[in-house]
């Protein structure tokens, strides 16, 4: 990557920030215009919540379901496609399984006129920070956390790349009745694996066996996932594999801190709140 001022690292677009490097303004631009179909698999997911995860347990369950081998040449967020692997995704056979961090605005509109079904992952906001502050500080293409106190006023503000989650979440608040939409919780994955790899699996409309299940929910687990990180993420495995653990931002938050996050997220999300955090 260039050499760019943490200050130039992110720029916005419709209003949220974004990587200048990974997903810059033709990219966004482009993706506009991309053509969903009603048999994209399509994963959602606000940074640090478990997206990775996810892929990870979305490929096994395809390729349990169909047979099919997911194409992992593509990048995993269409945010960072351009044009030449919108034009190589555009030919992809389906079903295509797709990801991104956009915010529920920005994703395409195409994926909401053809009713695709949207499986959002969501993760406790507090852990989601902690991780984040910590990605910050590993991945060059983002401006690196100052210090704990700031990196948590930006991202109470929402000055963090993707944007607040705040508002993501409350994006996704509005559609959370939708079915076409599924929410599924880091916290709930981490509680029963075996369990959110079969809700997901029946929203697709794939049916497992038993033994697929276990088998996908052995080989997904932290350890596991973390193990195999060097082949399915290079040098950056450490850094997308940290900690994988509920409740790491209690070594973090002051209670001040704590009290403030409780707060805005009680006053402003309600289904949200309900979740399984
Ligand atoms: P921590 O930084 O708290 O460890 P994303 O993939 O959206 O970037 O999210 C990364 C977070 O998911 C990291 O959290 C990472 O450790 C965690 N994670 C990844 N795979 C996991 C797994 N199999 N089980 C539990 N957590 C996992």
């Not at 990870?56 to 995993?76: D, H, L, Q, Y």
């Not at 009680?266 to 979740?275: D, E, R």
Request: with cysteine.
């Amino acid at each position: 990557a260039k050499e760019i001022s943490d200050e130039e690292k992110l720029y916005r677009y419709n209003g949220v920030l974004y990587s200048t490097l990974l997903s810059p303004e033709e990219h966004l631009k482009c993706l506009e215009k991309m053509q969903a179909r009603e048999d994209d698999i399509m994963l959602v997911a606000y940074p640090k919540c478990g997206f990775n995860w996810m892929v990870g347990v979305m490929r096994k369950i395809i390729a349990a379901a169909t047979g099919v081998k997911s194409e992992s040449k593509i990048p995993p967020l269409m945010e960072f496609y351009g044009p030449e692997n919108l034009k190589k995704v555009d030919e992809a056979p389906s079903p295509r399984f797709l990801g991104t961090h956009l915010h529920p605005n920005n994703i395409p509109a195409s994926f909401y006129e053809k009713k695709t079904k949207i499986l959002v992952v969501f993760r406790n906001p507090k852990d989601t920070m902690v991780s984040f502050y910590h990605f910050s500080n590993s991945n060059p293409a983002l401006p690196s956390a100052k210090s704990w106190d700031t990196f948590y006023s930006q991202f109470m503000s929402g000055e963090v790349a993707w944007g607040s989650y705040f508002d993501h979440a409350l994006g996704w608040e509005k559609k959370m009745d939708d079915p076409n939409v599924m929410v599924v919780t880091y916290e709930e994955m981490k509680q029963d694996l075996s369990e959110s790899i079969r809700k997901v699996s029946s929203f697709y409309g794939f049916s497992l066996t038993d033994a697929q299940v276990q088998q996908i929910a052995d080989a997904s687990t932290f350890k596991a996932m973390k193990e195999s990180s060097a082949s399915s993420h290079g040098n950056m495995g450490n850094v997308f594999f940290r900690k994988g653990e509920v409740g790491d931002w209690k070594n973090h938050f002051t209670p001040e801190q704590s009290r403030e996050m409780d707060e805005v997220f009680n006053k402003l999300l309600i289904a949200v709140c309900s979740l399984n955090f």
